[in-house]
C-alpha cells in the first residue's frame, strides 16, 4: 500500500498543469470543446453541439504513445457525450482522455468506446468533473500501475451500464478522499488485476451490478475509503485472493454490507486489517477456500447484525478473529459455520434502546478458540448471559455456562451421535454441561436407510422408545443419541404378460426389498424371470432394492422349443416383402399346413446382439429399423428369428434382411 505524501500529490499536479499549458489544449464552453476534438482528430472523430451537449462519434484507431491525447475542461454546464470508438497506445503516466478542470460531466454511452492498448490510461479526471459510463466499453491496464479510469480529484465516476476493465491494472482507482465512485449497473472488472482501488467514498447499488477480479490481493481494496454494498455482486475467482481488501494507510477503511453477495473461492470473501472496521448489516458472504473464512478479521473490529455468511469448506470458517480484533454480534444474523475468537473479544448487543439488540431467536452459533485458549473459566461470549441456548463449543470436551453478566467455558460430559443404520456423514460430538441442557438439535435430514425414512427426532436408544428433548432433558452423563427408522414399503405390482400370477402385488420390507417373488405361469410357455420392462430391462431378485412403488414383467420363451431353427424357403417360414430395406422390413410367418396362433421375433446384429424383439397373434409382423432403445439401426445385414405356435406345434424360422438406408 502507498503512503500519501502531499508534497508529491502537489508536485504531480503541477506537473500535469505545465503540460497542458505547453499542448495548448485548454477548452471549457461545448462550441470550444468541439472545435478541438474535430482539430486534434484531423475530423476522424465528429463533435457536434446541441445546446450545452456534446456529442462525440467516429472511430480513431491509434494515438501517440507519450502524450494525453485529449485534455479537457469542462464547463459546469457542459456535458461531453462520447459514441465515439477511441483506440490508441499511450504509455505509463498519459492517457488517452485527460480531464484537467472544470465541473461538467463526461457520459461514455452505448456504442461508446475508449481503449487503451498501452501501459497507460484510458480516463484521468483530475477536475470535479463527474464521469458517467452508462454504456459501451472503457478498457486499459497492460501494466499493475495503471488504472484504467483514475479519478485524482474530488470528482465522481458513476457506473450505470456498460463495462470498465483491465488486465493487470485497476479498473477503477479512486485516489481522493473526497473522491467518490457510484456503480449502480453494468461490469467492473479485471483479469489479472483489480476492479477497484478505492479511498475515498465508494458505493455498490443494481441487483445485476458485477464487480469481478482474479487478482490475487483483491477485488476491491479500500484503504482507509469508505465502502458500501447495498446489493449486486463482488466476487473474487482466484486461488488465494479476497473479494474484499479492508485496508489501512492511515485511518483504516470501513465497509459496510447491507445487501447484495460477496464471495471468494479460494480465499477469504472480505479481509479486515488493522484499525479497519467491517460491518454487515444484510446480504450474503462466503468463501469456498480451504481453511478460508468469509469474514476474516486481522486486525480491526466487526460487527454483524444481519445477512447470511458462510463457507463450503468442512475446514473452513464463517467468520475468524486474531487475537487483537473484536467482534460485536446484534440482530439476527445466520451464521451457520464456525467462528473463531479469543476468549473476552466477542460480546453481544443487549441494550433495549439499541435498535440492533442480540435477538437470535432459534438460532444457534458455533464457537471456536485456539487450542491453547480452550480451559475452563475463559470469557466467551460478553453480556451472553441470556443466550446460553443460542451458542456452543466446536470443541466438545467443553460447553458453555453462565458467569454473570457472561457465558464462559467449563468442562463437559459428551453427547455422541449415532445414525442407527443409515447412511451420511455422522454430526460432530456436542459438549453439555455435566447436568445442563442440550440445545443445539443436529439436523435428521440427509440420511439414508434403504426403505426406511426417520422421523426427524434423536432417542436415547437403538431401539427408538424414548425421544430425547433439545433443551428439556438433563444431560448427567456422556451419552449418545440415535435416529429412529421406520420401514416405508413400496408396492411391486407383478405383470404376468398373458399368464396367470397370484398373488399380483407385494410390499417391500426393510431395506426396500421383496421377502419372494412369485412363479407365474402360462400354457405352452416356460417362465424365465421378473424384469423392469416389458421389452429388455434389468432382471429383478429378491436383492433389488426398491425406492418407488414399480410395475415388473414376466417373460416368457416356447415351451419345448425347437433347437434346430430352419431356414425359410420362401413357400413356409419368414416371407419377406423386401430382402434389402431402407425405411421398414415387413415379414410374414407362413406355418406348413398349419395356423399361427402367437409369434416371437428377434432381430439380431452380424455380431449375433439382440437388436429388437416383437411378439404378437399376427401372422404379419414389422420392424422399423430401430432397436429396443428407439435408436435408429445402422446398415449392415441382420437375422431375423422367429418362435411360433400353431395348432399342430411349434416352428422355428430364419432370415436374413439387409437394410441400406
Not at 102 to 113: A, L, M, N, Y
Not at 167 to 173: C, E, N, Q, V
Not at 281 to 298: M, N, Q
Not at 328 to 348: A, E, H
Request: hydrophobic share 35%; proline share 3%.
Amino acid at each position: 500500500m502507498k503512503t500519501r505524501n502531499n508534497f508529491l500529490k502537489t508536485a504531480m499536479a503541477a506537473a500535469t498543469f505545465a503540460a497542458c499549458l505547453t499542448q495548448g489544449t485548454w477548452a471549457a464552453s461545448a462550441e470550444e470543446i468541439a472545435e478541438y476534438i474535430k482539430t486534434k482528430t484531423v475530423g476522424d472523430l465528429d463533435a457536434t453541439v446541441a445546446g450545452g451537449v456534446v456529442t462525440v462519434t467516429g472511430t480513431l484507431p491509434a494515438t501517440p504513445e507519450n502524450e494525453n491525447f485529449l485534455t479537457l475542461n469542462i464547463d459546469a454546464d457542459v456535458t461531453v457525450l462520447w459514441k465515439a470508438i477511441l483506440q490508441g497506445a499511450p504509455n505509463s503516466g498519459y492517457e488517452l482522455v485527460f480531464i484537467n478542470g472544470g465541473s461538467g460531466t463526461f457520459t461514455v454511452e452505448t456504442g461508446g468506446s475508449i481503449e487503451n492498448t498501452g501501459t497507460g490510461r484510458a480516463i484521468y479526471n483530475n477536475s470535479t468533473c463527474t464521469v458517467n459510463i452508462i454504456g459501451g466499453s472503457v478498457s486499459a491496464g497492460n501494466t499493475e500501475s495503471a488504472a484504467t479510469i483514475y479519478n485524482y480529484s474530488s470528482g465522481t465516476i458513476n457506473v450505470s451500464g456498460g463495462t470498465v476493465s483491465t488486465k493487470s491494472g485497476t479498473a477503477i482507482y479512486n485516489y481522493n478522499s473526497n473522491g467518490k465512485v457510484n456503480v449502480s449497473g453494468g461490469s467492473v472488472g479485471a483479469t489479472s488485476g483489480k476492479a477497484i482501488y478505492n479511498e475515498g467514498i465508494a458505493t455498490i447499488s443494481g441487483s445485476a451490478t458485477k464487480i469481478i477480479s482474479a487478482n490475487s490481493d483483491g477485488t476491491i481494496l479500500n484503504v482507509d475509503g469508505t465502502l458500501v454494498i447495498n446489493s449486486g455482486t463482488v466476487e473474487n475467482t482466484s486461488a488465494k485472493g479476497h473479494a474484499i481488501y479492508n485496508a489501512l494507510d492511515w485511518y483504516g477503511g470501513t465497509v459496510t454490507i447491507t445487501s447484495g453477495t460477496v464471495s471468494a473461492t479460494g480465499g477469504n470473501a472480505i479481509y479486515n486489517t488493522y484499525k479497519s472496521t467491517t460491518i454487515i448489516t444484510g446480504g450474503t458472504v462466503s468463501t469456498s477456500g480451504s481453511g478460508k473464512a468469509a469474514v476474516y478479521i486481522y486486525g480491526g473490529t466487526a460487527k454483524i447484525t444481519g445477512g447470511r455468511i458462510y463457507t463450503t469448506q468442512s475446514d473452513g470458517y464463517a467468520v475468524y478473529l486474531e487475537n487483537s480484533t473484536t467482534l460485536t454480534l446484534g440482530g439476527n444474523p445466520d451464521i451457520k459455520d464456525r467462528i473463531y475468537i479469543y476468549p473476552d473479544k466477542m460480546s453481544v448487543i443487549t441494550d433495549a434502546e439499541d435498535p440492533e439488540i442480540f435477538a437470535p431467536v432459534n438460532k444457534i452459533y458455533t464457537l471456536d478458540f485456539p487450542a491453547d485458549q480452550y480451559a475452563a473459566s475463559k470469557i466467551a461470549v460478553m453480556n451472553g448471559r441470556n443466550f446460553l441456548a443460542n451458542f456452543v463449543l466446536y470443541n466438545p470436551e467443553y460447553a458453555l455456562s453462565t458467569a454473570g453478566l457472561h457465558l464462559a467455558t467449563a468442562t463437559a460430559v459428551k453427547v455422541s451421535f449415532d445414525l442407527n443404520g443409515g447412511k451420511g456423514t455422522v454430526p460432530a460430538d456436542v459438549g453439555v454441561l455435566q447436568g445442563g441442557k442440550l440445545y443445539y438439535k443436529p439436523s435428521t435430514s440427509g440420511f439414508t436407510k434403504a426403505g426406511c425414512t426417520n422421523d426427524g427426532e434423536w432417542y436415547i436408544s437403538s431401539a427408538g422408545t424414548t425421544k430425547f428433548e433439545f433443551g428439556e432433558s438433563v444431560v448427567a452423563q456422556n451419552m449418545t443419541l440415535y435416529l429412529k427408522w421406520t420401514v416405508h414399503p413400496y408396492t411391486v405390482t407383478f405383470n404376468a404378460a398373458g399368464g396367470i400370477v397370484n398373488p399380483v402385488s407385494a410390499m417391500t420390507g426393510e431395506g426396500g426389498t421383496l421377502a419372494s417373488l412369485p412363479a407365474p405361469t402360462k400354457s405352452g410357455y416356460d417362465f424365465v424371470g421378473w424384469f423392469a420392462a416389458d421389452t429388455g430391462g434389468t432382471q429383478i431378485t429378491t436383492s433389488t432394492v426398491f425406492s418407488a412403488d414399480t410395475a415388473i414383467y414376466a417373460k416368457w420363451t416356447l415351451s419345448n422349443p425347437i433347437k434346430n431353427i430352419q431356414k425359410s424357403d420362401g413357400r413356409t417360414g419368414i416371407r419377406l416383402s423386401k430382402n434389402v430395406v431402407s425405411d421398414k422390413a415387413e415379414f410374414e410367418v407362413i406355418l406348413p399346413n398349419d395356423k399361427v396362433l402367437e409369434v416371437k421375433a428377434v432381430i439380431y446384429d452380424n455380431t449375433g446382439n439382440v437388436v429388437f424383439e416383437t411378439s404378437g397373434r399376427d401372422a404379419k409382423l414389422s420392424w422399423n429399423l430401430t432397436n429396443n432403445a428407439g435408436r435408429n439401426v445402422a446398415n449392415g445385414s441382420y437375422l431375423i428369428v422367429v418362435e411360433a405356435k400353431g395348432i399342430n406345434g411349434n416352428y422355428a424360422y430364419s432370415a436374413k434382411v439387409g437394410v441400406k438406408k
